[in-house]
């Protein structure tokens, strides 16, 4: 595959002995990419949206607070009821253009932690299309919680397994011992018939980025146009606009 060459070690020794994200925040470049450059296709004050390295399947996203914080769930109450709304409709573009996702997290307890199966100690959200029972994987480590999204911030200094549905449903289930490194990925992974290609340092899918970059910018250009707007018949206008983007996007002609 033409995305699959590795990373070069002393590449991803040093991002993991700084922060890659935050770094990607400052930077407005990602360094692992080849070459490097901007990835973000969206933002907001206090987060990022992104596709992953390791784009297993194309469309996969990432969102990403800015602040460096271990997990979502350390979050402040204000930060996380815009991450619920920003969640929803980056959902909402994925689903028209590749299917639609489920998402996940490696919830850390604390910075320099990497118990849950994270590998990047910055909270991140994955979401990925494909049609996948996210309770049924979670349920491989152990009896996963139903409980609202309000509600993960309780699991906050703790280390866990996040998944919710395309439609919202949310489990967690708690982590007690150490998981391998990306352990959602290769369960995500491998239920998507791609086991071989989980561990993103060895396959970062460079193609699948841009083929994303390419599909999705169109969408997340509407969604900032619309976000920002607060006269009522310009908003309706481009809320409009993004229902033809989204079209674009789900018959793959954005771009052409």
Known sequence: MSGGSSLPSDTFIEAMYTCAFCDEVEQRSCSLLSPPRN???????EFMVFPTLGCFVEGYLLICP?????????????????????????????????????????????????????????AHLHVVPGTIDIEKLLAEYSRPEEIPWSSVAQFAG???????????????????????????????????????????????????????LARL????????????ESNESIASSCARLLRVSLFKAAVGTVGE
């Open 217 to 228: 910018s169109l969408p997340f250009q509407t969604l900032k146009a619309c976000s920002i």
């Open 66 to 122: 800015k602040q460096h914080v271990s997990s979502i769930a350390n979050l402040s109450t204000g930060s996380f009821t815009g991450l619920a709304q920003l969640a929803s409709r980056v959902k909402e573009i994925v689903a028209a253009a590749y299917g639609e996702p489920i998402v996940f997290e490696h919830g850390m307890s604390g910075c320099g932690r990497i118990d849950a199966g994270g590998c990047i100690e910055h």
């Open 158 to 212: 703790t280390s866990y397994i996040l998944g919710q549905s395309y439609g919202g449903k949310t489990w967690v289930s708690a982590v007690r011992d150490v998981l391998p490194s990306q352990y959602m990925r290769r369960l995500v992974a491998r239920e998507l018939g791609v086991f071989e290609f989980w561990d993103w340092r060895d396959y970062p899918e460079f193609d699948k980025i841009d083929a994303t």
């Open 39 to 45: 990835r973000f296709l969206y933002e907001t004050p």
